[in-house]
């Protein structure tokens, strides 16, 4: 199953170089970065019951990432420290944040960030180990609801500005890695919970 989720990974990072959505007629295809970039430039998008929440949709699915890389996987720490800097530099605002701190959209970049390098290394320091995989399976499950109910939405908005897109082969990669993830660890989490269960007869003296 080891082989299986560094796949799945795989899968969800290779997703952000490619298509999330698609329109043929005006030659229009996004990444997953410039899905959430384009939604947040969108007035609709401003005036959302929480400001910015597809936008937020489509930046959180990188903070889940970055969660299962720090606790799905063991060992080879500097190695998945590493991609999780990387991946949080590819999150960054631009550096006009500087002098435009009050831009919600340059906020909202900076804080999913930041949550993405602090909850990776904070796996990837062991803390918290027992609860790995529930953590994980947490983790998938937000990562697949993010990028359903982001891309979904998102594509309502594009349609509202008279675009008629598709989803693209990134949308389906990425939610095909973490659904893959969430089965794996979810079988996992089972796993254990059946395997701690027999010690609880134990004070009624029935085998063990």
Known sequence: MAYISIAALLMLLLSAALPWVINTGAALSLNSVDFAEWTSLYPAVMGETVSMSTTLLLRLMWVCAAVIIGFGFSGAKVGRAFIII???????????????????????????????????????????????SIIVVIASAAGLFAVIMG??????????????????????????????????????????????????????????
């Open 86 to 132: 990387v991946l949080t530099l590819g999150l960054l605002p631009p550096f006009e944040i500087i002098s435009a701190f009050d831009n919600p959209n340059y906020r909202q970049q900076a804080f999913i960030a930041i949550l993405a390098l602090a909850t990776g290394l904070i796996g990837v320091a062991g803390i918290g180990s027992r609860y790995r």
């Open 151 to 208: 891309v979904s939405r998102g594509m309502a908005f594009m349609r509202e500005a008279q675009i008629s897109p598709v989803i693209g082969i990134g949308t389906v990669i990425a939610a095909l890695g973490f659904g893959v993830l969430l089965i794996i660890y979810g079988y996992k989490q089972i796993g254990q919970r059946h395997n701690r269960r027999p010690t609880a007869h134990r004070s009624n003296g029935e085998p063990v």
